[in-house]
């Protein structure tokens, strides 16, 4: 599977954004996907997830309430609406996914085995 992110920009703080991440195949069984970020000298941290098949949604504590992840399985596309944005959501943003991530991993980098290239949010204050 291949993942494509895209849709990070410079946006002033209290914006939107939207994030997607489009496959390369048939997602839509089975499959976590889910975005993470990195902003510079920190590692890598979960932001949101979603299971395609149930549409069953995990958020980070820091972004819950204000981020909204959503899926289109007819487009094999997953996308992140970022809204109230605050220049601590400055990062690097990664979408991963895989097939065999059991619930206890789904926030934690290393369980998946495909990845975006990135996509770069810059929230200016």
């Known amino acids: 599977v291949q993942l494509q992110a895209s849709g990070g920009g410079l946006v002033q703080a209290g914006g939107s954004l939207r994030l997607s991440c489009a496959a390369s195949?048939?997602?839509?069984?089975?499959?976590?996907v889910g975005w993470f970020r990195q902003a510079p000298g920190k590692e890598r941290e979960f932001v949101a997830a979603?299971?395609?098949?149930?549409?069953?949604?995990y958020y980070a504590d820091s972004v819950k309430g204000r981020f909204a992840i959503s899926r289109d399985n007819a487009k094999n596309t997953v996308y992140l609406q970022m809204d109230s944005l605050k220049p601590e959501d400055t990062a690097v943003y990664y979408c991963?996914?895989?097939?065999?991530?059991?619930?206890?991993?789904?926030?934690?980098?290393?369980?998946?085995?495909?990845w975006g290239q990135g996509t770069l949010v810059t929230v200016s204050s």
């Open positions: 979603i299971k395609t098949s149930s549409g069953h949604t």
């Open positions: 195949e048939r997602t839509s069984s089975r499959f976590v």
């Open positions: 991963g996914a895989d097939s065999r991530i059991i619930q206890s991993s789904i926030r934690t980098p290393s369980a998946y085995d495909y």
